[in-house]
Every structure is written in structure tokens, then in C-alpha cells.
């Protein structure tokens, strides 16, 4: 069960340099790009990543997916931001921690009581989610160099969160989903804001959240392609 779990943490870690680099390489030949409209930007037709079984219900599949979603966030969190030298990170960090992991405990207990017949959930890691890999990878790339990685990588990755809470208000059955909804989009939303003020004051940057869509279809194409089995 661990070495299953920390492959499970090698894969997301994986997903999410994958990302960041791409959108590194992507940003570089389009230094202008300028950020969105607004925060709830227009998603394609099915805003999930393709981790979840695409046959299961509806608010099952939400939940799988949105329990890996912030699964990632909070590894992240702790990985890369929660002993950065700037202390608007660390009080990020910990208000992501403790608000996704809140989300995730009312998320598997909803999944457990609505859906006990169902299979385990795809890549979860329990309660463990960051804290088995330990560590902090400002170390690795420097801490200024980490705290522009996550930036850069956690607002479309946010912004993935909110295109999904947004369709749940249209499509959930359960009223705690939408509910759940509601709290990520004004959550995330008000993250996403707070980050783009950081990547601007800092490093001089344009908001990433327009990578939102290359991040998800990159994350299908590794599910696609088998790199998660």
C-alpha cells in the first residue's frame, strides 16, 4: 500500500512539472498574453481530466475527479510554497492546505455514503497527500525560482477547479455538490486574483489562468497514453 501511494504522489508530482514546464515553454513564445476577462472562463464542453471512470454517475466522477484535483494543490502547497522565504506564500500555503484538505474529507465521506458499491478512488492518497514525499523543492531550483513555478502552475490548475465546480452547478444531482460548487468557485476565484498580484509585483508576469485548457488536454493525453497506469 505505501510503495502504491508514493507512486500515486510520483504521478501527480509528475502531472504537475509536466504542466509547469509546458506552460513555461508556452508563455516564452508569447510573453504578452494577456489574462483573462474573469476568473470563470469559458470551459469546454467536459471539464474534467479523464481520471475518473467517464460511466459512473455524474457527481461520482466529480468527486474522483475534484479529490485528485485537490489532492495536487495541496502536495503542491506543501512541496514547493509552505517554507518559502515570502511570507504572502507561506499564508497562501497554509490557507490552501487547510481549506482542500477540509474539502477533501467532506468529499470522500460523501463518496463513501452515496456510492459504497463503488471501486476504490482513482490515485487517492488518503490523508497522506503531500506530506509522504516531504520535503520542499525550493532546495532544487532555489526558492524564488519555486515560488514563481507555483505560481505559474497553481492559477490554471485553480482555474481547472472552478471550470469543473461550474458545471457541477449545472449538472450535480446532490445539492452538497453544488454546494461544494459555489465554495470553490468563490475560494479559488479569490486565490487566483491574489497569485496574478504576486506573479505581476515579482517576476513582471501576465496571468497564466488562459493555460487552463493546454494543462487539462495535457493531463488527458498522459491518461490517454497510459501514463498513469
Known amino acids: 500500500m505505501q510503495r502504491q501511494r508514493r507512486l500515486f504522489a510520483g504521478v501527480l508530482i509528475a502531472l504537475l512539472a509536466l504542466s509547469v514546464m509546458a506552460t513555461g515553454v508556452a508563455l516564452a513564445h508569447e510573453p504578452d498574453v494577456p489574462p483573462a476577462r474573469s476568473t470563470r472562463a469559458a470551459a469546454t464542453d467536459d471539464p474534467f481530466m479523464g481520471l475518473a471512470d467517464p460511466t459512473a454517475p455524474y457527481d461520482q466522477r466529480f468527486l474522483d475527479e475534484m479529490i485528485m484535483h485537490h489532492q495536487g494543490a495541496v502536495m503542491s502547497a506543501r512541496m514547493m510554497i ?35 458499491s463503488a471501486g476504490p478512488i482513482p490515485m487517492d492518497m488518503g490523508g497522506n497527500a503531500g506530506g509522504m514525499m516531504g520535503g520542499n523543492t525550493g532546495g532544487m531550483m532555489g526558492n524564488d525560482g519555486s515560488d ?11 482555474q481547472l477547479a472552478i471550470a469543473m465546480a461550474d458545471d457541477a452547478l449545472k449538472n450535480a444531482t446532490h445539492d452538497e455538490i453544488k454546494g461544494l460548487a459555489r465554495e470553490i468557485i468563490t475560494d479559488q476565484s479569490a486565490e487566483i486574483t491574489e497569485m496574478e498580484g504576486y506573479l505581476q509585483a515579482w517576476y513582471g508576469e501576465a496571468s497564466t489562468r ?9 493531463m488527458r493525453g498522459m491518461m490517454a497514453g497510459g501514463g498513469c497506469h
Open 82 to 116: 509552505a517554507n518559502s522565504s515570502r511570507p504572502e506564500l507561506r499564508d497562501l500555503a497554509q490557507r490552501i492546505v487547510t481549506g482542500q484538505q477540509r474539502q477533501l474529507d467532506r468529499m470522500r465521506a460523501w463518496r463513501q455514503q452515496w456510492y459504497p
Open 148 to 158: 514563481r513555478m507555483f505560481l505559474r502552475m497553481m492559477i490554471p490548475h485553480h
Open 210 to 218: 488562459d493555460q487552463a485548457g493546454a494543462m487539462r488536454d495535457r
